[in-house]
């Protein structure tokens, strides 16, 4: 199977906007690898891309994809969901254009529960559907479906929090019958880990947060770090959901630009811990990057 991540940013890539500091003003200068858009990968066998940041067009045009049959939206977070739009840029009519209705419109697949909260927010029926833009499957935590091309998708689901329904965040284990690749790139805090597959070839999935820089600086006050750990992964939990799992290996993804680590970095990072945790496998993705499985 064959993977590329389209981003590798989160919330805030890289470089951010008036920023000049030692992580941003090289991705301004240099591009890739410093530089981060946001979180998405593309699955070559299945034509499909899970998650549209902002920069969803710029991600596809830069890595000359062709073809996007699926659209899946691990949950409603706007980071995750706010370049949308893009499908209308997918089956489009042919000049002149009679009507609005895409020839062959991308089917969006998402949970039941991010749909309602997307449809609140973004008016999915009206502004999507009935324009004729895309098409909605649902695809519920535990359920499976099969794609066009043969692959068989799982949907692996988490809530945001403890109490809220298990279908919130969606991760999406990909099969072709020889590999599994499974794309949970956001929201695993409370991600029931006995619901991942026990042979995993490839698990893509959210860095998670740093407590300091990799100059030892603080990156939150105490008092928003404990805060933020209630409900936000931290990088300590997913280093710890990666040796309990123990996929063949492992590539982070939602790396955001606050960390203020560069690639190098990362890839020390990922040494130190590979002579700690023996056969972590675990890495740091970058845009762009290409996977096979």
């Not at 902002?54 to 409603?76: G, K, Q, T």
């Amino acid at each position: 199977m064959h993977l590329t991540l389209l981003g590798s940013g989160g919330d805030s890539p890289t470089p951010m906007p008036t920023c000049d500091c030692r992580v941003c003003g090289p991705a301004r200068e240099e591009g890739l690898p410093h530089a981060r858009l946001g979180n998405s990968t593309y699955v070559h066998d299945a034509n499909a891309v899970v998650d549209a940041p902002e920069s969803i067009w710029a991600m596809l045009n830069r890595e000359r994809v062709s073809e996007v049959d699926y659209l899946f939206l691990s949950h409603h977070h706007v980071d995750h969901v706010a370049g949308l739009r893009v499908v209308q840029a997918i089956g489009r009519p042919a000049f002149p254009i009679a009507d609005w209705d895409n020839v062959d419109p991308v089917t969006v697949v998402l949970s039941e529960t991010t749909y309602d909260r997307l449809d609140r927010s973004m008016d999915l029926e009206t502004e999507y559907d009935e324009m004729g833009y895309a098409e909605f499957e649902f695809l519920g935590d535990g359920e499976t479906m099969s794609l066009d091309s043969g692959v068989e998708v799982t949907g692996i689901g988490a809530p945001l929090d403890p109490d809220g329904p298990a279908d919130a965040a969606m991760g999406f284990c990909f099969a072709d019958g020889e590999s599994t690749a499974l794309v949970f790139p956001d929201e695993t805090t409370v991600l029931d880990l006995s619901k991942v597959p026990d042979h995993l070839d490839l698990w893509i999935k959210e860095c998670g947060m740093f407590r300091e820089t990799g100059a030892g600086e603080p990156i939150l006050t105490d008092e928003l770090w404990a805060e933020e750990r209630e409900a936000q992964t931290t990088f300590d939990q997913t280093v710890e959901q990666v040796r309990e799992v123990g996929p063949e290996r492992a590539i982070l993804t939602e790396i955001e630009e606050i960390y203020r680590r560069r690639p190098d970095e990362y890839a020390e990072l990922a040494a130190e811990l590979e002579r700690e945790h023996e056969e972590l496998n675990l890495e740091f993705g970058r845009d762009g990057m290409d996977v096979e499985v």
